[in-house]
């Protein structure tokens, strides 16, 4: 049914991790971006709390379950407005929360049983992107040779999210750097593994309070069983594919932290108009509105319909249909979108904007990655024309 | 239930439309463009699938089905998408029926009902917009005094579709400074109706100034008598219904850049192939999805009877840059071509100025 109230489990799940973003993030945000690469203990509290658990193994092709309780959102659905919360509260200690890294997502989706006992619980990054290899991620040239019961994996690893706080990284590697993307696999490395080191972590624009890092591997020994997946090299891209396709789920959750980033930011400039006397009655012709009213309604609209493109490819999710285009349309609006709202805010705030006694200068640094990592907004709209033209890598590049 | 694909029956009024559009409102929207017309039996043809009287008892002619914002929308962009000029005569009826419907008195709606729901197309019409620069819904120039039994209108009003052909023009007029609404039937000798406008858009479409000079009704013709009507919502599902317009015709524009730009062969390949021309073409395709999304939100705030001032403004003033956006790209991606009236294009690029602009043109 084409119907955009939101259900009463959804305001449900809104508001008590409104309390949570609200309550624990938010208050220790600044300390955390002034205080770059130190250790926010404050996230151990949700330590032992499952953020990424796994359903039932489903075979390829197998619809996902819809949510048994039609008053119950799916879990896509309910994702997505936890991640806007918890971005509105701090966009950097989101994604430092224990045990809720990018490789989590991975092992959750394609670890063996037994990989999934002995990774399961422990804290994972993933080590995808290189010097010479970013959004061409089907470049990249770590890699993966078999050494009798060993794999032996040489390369160097960018841009790695918990580098530092983790436990244990899922890189990319090729075992079959002529074979293209058919070669490229997924590898479990843990922490302490002979000729697996943390060379250096970045200094950033924003989302100060993450740790980004590189890696270096040389000659790092891993058990043969540390190959994510099943053992057996494939001899086709279904791998590659396999993993580019969860990104059909993570792209509206980056969605999500961008609506959440921006969110902030005009939920703050709401309060200082309203506290400078201006009345906002969404009624009066935008034309005959101050320029900081204008500008204030439609950033707001903007969010809006970042918000509802996220909310659309997450319930598409849940309902078990193809949301490939969705999906990169979610994080394509989304990502820009929040990211000139947080400018446009810390403009329409004048001084408020500029300094670093109010949090608006640092939503503004905090948003632009979102137009950036996980397929940058570029690749987005590649992806989205390719889609809606029905054209080949080839024919649009 | 909440969710973003169209029910059964949502999809099945949607086909219906679609038909129409297909078959008679696409193939001829240029010439009822050039000429300047659009021909009754056309408007017939629409009126005979029922959406206008759809949500109106039985007693009064209709089919008494329940009402329905979202449904409203979902036609309203799939006509548009043929043309937003036909969409616009096409539903007219509503921006009178709904009103009287929903916040008239008993006796207003025995009295107003059956003729506008007849066998045949018959479309009476609202006045809102005023020819000033500071032209606020909220905030009228028109007034409306109390005296003796009677209103007094006077003011100007201008895009008022239809006006001279309407039997009845409901006036948004401020009464003790608030905006309410006002049946003015046509013939009241202080009723003007002017020369038919010209305008940049909907050329198809006759819209009339009209002058009120006091202009005398009885008191029980104001909507909804002593206690009046709430005028907000009358505006809020004004709002709603301009950014489902929108969504049509952009989606129109957007689609039909698409397939140009595949067939377009240039230094030896479809320019679709070209990033440039691409991007703008991604970019019109979310930004439809996007106008849509937000006049189903306000639409479907309006269904469950929630105030829906805060969500239909965000969805017009939001609808009124993206369409612009979205049919200038339309133009650009056809070149030289895009600026030719034989191309739909050009059509759609006037029409969507008026997005930000016009008020009670259509309902939800």
Known sequence: ?397 | MFGFSLTKEQKMVKASFAEVVRDIVAPNAHDMDESRQIPADYLEKAWELGACVAAVPGEFGGDGMEYSPMLNAVVLEELAAGDMAFAVAAMLPSIFINPVLEMGTDKQKKQYLPGSCGEKYQASTAAVCEPRLDFDAMSLAATAVKKNGSYILNGQKCFVPKAASAPNILVAAQLDGKPQLFIVKAGNPGLVVGQREKNIGLYALDTYEITLKDCQIPAEDRLGQEEGCNYSRFIQKGRAAVAALAAGECRASFEQARDYAKKRVQFGEPIAYRQSVAFMIAEMAYEVDCIRLLAWKAASALEVGRDATRDAYLAKIYAGESAMKVCDYGVQVLGGHGYIRDYPQERRYRNSRGVATWEGLATV
Not at chain 1, 40 to 54: S, T
Not at chain 1, 255 to 264: F, L, P, T, Y
């Open chain 1, 1 to 397: 049914m084409a119907f955009l109230e939101p259900p009463p489990d959804l305001i449900k799940v809104r508001e008590g991790m409104q309390n949570v973003a609200a309550s624990m993030l938010r208050p220790i945000s600044r300390k955390y971006d002034e205080e770059e690469h130190t250790y926010p203990k404050e996230l151990d509290a949700f330590r032992g709390i499952q953020v990424m658990g796994r359903a039932k193994k489903k075979k390829d092709g197998e619809k996902k379950d819809k949510p048994k309780d039609p008053d119950k959102i799916g879990q896509n659905l309910g994702t997505v407005v936890t991640v806007e919360e918890m971005c509105w509260g701090d966009c950097g200690l989101m994604l430092s929360i224990p045990n809720a890294g990018l490789g989590n997502a991975a092992i959750s989706a394609v670890a063996t049983d037994e990989q999934l006992e002995r990774f399961g619980k422990k804290w994972a990054a993933m080590a995808i992107t290189e010097a010479e290899s970013g959004s061409d991620a089907g470049s990249i040239s770590t890699t993966a040779d078999l050494d009798g019961d060993s794999w032996v994996l040489n390369g160097e690893k960018i841009f790695v999210t918990c580098a530092d706080r983790c436990d244990c990284v899922v890189v990319w590697a090729t075992v079959d750097k002529e074979a293209g993307k058919a070669g490229i696999k997924s590898f479990v490395v843990e922490k302490g593994t002979p000729g697996f080191t943390l060379d250096h972590l970045e200094h950033k624009l924003g989302i100060r309070a993450s740790d980004t890092g590189t890696f270096v591997l040389n000659n790092c020994r891993i058990p043969k069983e540390n190959i994510l997946g099943s053992p057996e090299v494939k001899q086709t891209t279904e791998g590659f594919k396999g993993v580019m396709k969860t990104f059909d789920n993570t792209r509206p959750m980056v969605a999500a932290m961008a609506v959440g980033v921006a969110r902030a930011s005009l939920d703050f400039t709401r309060e200082k108009l309203e506290q400078a006397g201006e009345k906002l009655d969404y009624s009066k012709s935008p034309n005959n509105c101050s320029a900081r009213q204008k500008d204030y309604y439609m950033a707001e609209a903007t969010l809006e319909a970042m918000r509802l493109l996220t909310w659309r490819a997450a319930w598409m999710a849940d309902n078990g249909d193809f949301n490939n285009l969705e999906a990169s349309m979610s994080k394509a609006k989304a990502g820009r979108g929040g990211t000139l709202i947080t400018q446009k805010c810390a403009e329409i705030l004048g001084p408020l904007g500029i300094t670093t006694k109010e949090l608006a200068e640092k939503w503004m640094r905090d948003s632009k990655i979102l137009d950036i990592f996980e397929g940058t907004g570029q690749i987005q709209h590649l992806i989205i024309a390719r889609n809606v033209l029905k054209l080949s890598r080839s024919q649009l590049q």
